[in-house]
């Protein structure tokens, strides 16, 4: 019998309508348009409206999908969102998400890796259909973090936007897929990149909120320092343990956080410009949507049996690399 991959066999997206671009920042916090191009490669983001939860993203992106592709929803066997902007806590956005498309025979649940939950997300739906017992599973990226972010902040505010990318995955026994994986975390990570108020040790009340507790904080050096180094490091073992040059590569496609440290990690790899995927300058850093936005705004140049790499890195720290085939021409 021969193996059975996981193969993404569509891919969709959702981004909101209103953008927000370098100079709309100027008039809000102290930076300027070449600054925030400079050190990140973004020139605007898209905010979805107040009032509207994550989970409305994950439902359009989702829904693209199965009109696309004339897909039956009840033909969906389960739903992951990565995201860590869940509507609310202590209830499953993905059980919601499932519900709404109408895939009534599913089941799904949330996985929170923050930029690397996406990845993350691949690797715990591969295993679900390389085991047999599931064959069309819904993974979606999607974050809302303008609810999360503080304007007044220009160390986040200018680096963040809002977008949901969605993939389908399906086995797949003619080699296309999921091929390899290199995962890691470190726990050290919590203390560059959080949010302290919320959670189980510190819950919300009127002297978090005024802290400004509830907004992200990031320690940007210490982030930008291990970023570098640890999605280069995946990305490098992930070529050796598979006995891949930078010729055989046919794309790297990494979360878009900084320009800069995408074009580190292509510059580890020996990847040219060329085969470096990226939107970043549009949508700035969509946490877990990033890679499936890059699949969504490039399909229509992705080949059968492509050979991709994603490299992601994101809070806690999480982070890591994987290799896939890709199985269809658009």
């Known amino acids: 019998m021969k193996k059975i991959h996981a193969s993404i066999t569509a891919v969709g997206s959702y981004l909101p309508e209103q953008v ?3 100079n709309d920042l100027e008039k809000m916090v102290d930076t300027n ?3 925030i191009i400079t050190r990140t490669g973004i020139k605007e983001r898209r905010i979805l409206n107040k009032g509207i939860g994550v989970s409305f993203m994950a439902i359009q992106a989702a829904k693209s999908i199965l009109e696309n592709k004339n897909i039956n929803p009840l033909e ?3 739903v992951i969102v990565a995201t860590i902007t869940p509507d609310m806590h202590a209830t499953a956005t993905a059980a919601y998400v499932a519900s709404e498309i109408g895939a009534n025979n599913a089941f799904g649940y949330d996985l929170n890796a923050a930029c690397s939950g996406f990845l993350f997300g691949m690797s715990t739906a591969s295993a679900y259909i390389e085991s047999g017992r ?7 990226g999607a974050d ?3 609810s999360i972010v503080d304007y007044t902040d ?5 680096i963040f936007g809002d977008g949901a990318g969605v993939v389908l995955l399906e086995p797949n026994q003619q080699g296309m897929g999921v091929q390899d994986e290199y995962l890691r975390t470190n726990g050290i990570g919590r203390n560059f990149l959080r949010i302290e108020s919320g959670g189980s040790q510190m819950p919300t009340n009127l002297e978090t909120v005024k802290n400004k507790k509830h907004f992200i904080y990031q320690d940007g050096q210490n982030v930008f320092k291990h970023a570098v180094s640890k999605m280069a490091d995946a990305s490098e073992e992930i070529m050796k343990r598979n006995s891949l040059t930078n010729i055989d590569v046919n794309y790297l496609i990494a979360h878009q956080a900084n320009k800069r440290i995408i074009d580190a990690t292509a510059t580890r790899m020996g990847i040219v410009d060329d085969k470096v995927l990226m939107n970043i300058e549009s949508y700035g850093n969509t946490t877990a949507a990033t890679i499936p936005l890059i699949l969504s705004d490039y399909e229509s140049k992705l080949k059968k049996e492509d050979k991709i790499i994603f490299a992601a890195f994101g809070a806690g720290f999480t982070w890591g690399a994987m ?3 890709w199985g269809y021409n658009s």
């Open 20 to 22: 927000l671009s370098n």
């Open 33 to 35: 348009n070449e600054w």
């Open 76 to 78: 969906i066997d389960m």
């Open 134 to 140: 599931y064959k069309k599973i819904l993974l979606i």
């Open 144 to 146: 809302k973090m303008s």
């Open 154 to 158: 220009r160390n986040t505010c200018i």
């Open 323 to 325: 290799y896939l085939k």
